[in-house]
């Protein structure tokens, strides 16, 4: 993470030294092993490869989905299969960051920590659209 920092302007509380304010800026480096996916475009071929990859990503995006609407209604007990199958799905295609992700997303829900959850659930879904513009650079190189 890039760390910027800024003074607070002193118009809130003229009377004191202004305030140090730290920018927190998340740079997007996506942990991503391409051998699964080489792997599954030198087995089934590219049209069969682009069709499967393309329905496992759109799987994920499905149980994010759940995910969130899970979180919104606090439901921490439906968080956790959801997370898992993500977390499982992402190993098999190389997905580090979004396996971690969800691994992280599932441990907040078992602890029903909503503060947790939130924080990893957002880093999941950075980490995933983040992983599918990975994916597709990683498929033009090949």
């Not at 800024?6 to 140090?20: D, R």
């Not at 069969?48 to 919104?72: F, G, P, V």
Request: some cysteine.
């Amino acid at each position: 993470m890039e760390h910027n920092q800024s003074q607070f302007a002193a118009m809130a509380a003229p009377a004191q030294s202004p305030n140090s304010v730290t920018y927190l800026r998340c740079l997007d480096v996506v942990n991503l092993d391409p051998e699964p996916i080489y792997e599954i475009f030198a087995m089934k071929g590219e049209v069969y490869a682009e069709a499967m990859i393309c329905k496992i990503l759109e799987d994920i995006a499905h149980k994010l989905d759940s995910l969130q609407i899970a979180h919104r209604a606090h439901l921490f007990e439906d968080i956790l299969g959801p997370a898992r199958r993500i977390s499982s799905i992402a190993s098999q295609l190389g997905l580090t960051d979004v396996w971690w992700g969800a691994d992280h997303v599932a441990i907040a829900a078992q602890q029903k920590d909503g503060v947790a959850l939130s924080a990893t659930l957002a880093r999941l879904e950075r980490a995933f659209d983040a992983a599918v513009s990975e994916v597709w650079r990683y498929r033009e190189r090949s």
